[in-house]
C-alpha cells in the first residue's frame, strides 16, 4: 500500500524546487495544449498553481517517488 506524504514547497531551497518543477515540465506526456510553451512558462504555469493550492507536490514513501497531483486527489491520497 503506498503511503503519500505532502511535501510542503515552503520548505524547499528554489533551486530544488525549480528543479522539480522544471523535471515534471519536461517529462514525456506532459501535455499544456496546443501552443507550445518554453520550460520557463511551464514551470511559472505550475509555480502559479502551486501558490494557489491548486497542485500539491506529493511523495510515496513506497516507491521513493514524488509527483505533482491535482489538490482534491492528493487530499484523497492523504486520507487513505
Not at 1 to 9: D, K, L, N, Y
Not at 20 to 46: P, W
Not at 49 to 64: G, V
Amino acid at each position: 500500500m503506498a503511503q503519500f506524504i505532502e511535501v510542503p514547497t515552503s520548505q524547499l531551497a528554489q533551486q530544488t524546487l525549480r528543479a522539480l518543477l522544471e523535471e515534471f515540465a519536461s517529462r514525456d506526456g506532459t501535455d499544456y495544449g496546443a501552443k507550445e510553451l518554453t520550460l520557463d512558462e511551464k514551470v511559472g504555469r505550475l509555480r502559479e498553481q502551486l501558490d494557489a493550492s491548486r497542485i500539491m507536490l506529493m511523495y510515496d514513501s513506497d516507491s521513493e517517488q514524488w509527483d505533482l497531483v491535482e489538490h482534491d486527489s492528493a487530499q484523497a491520497l492523504l486520507s487513505e
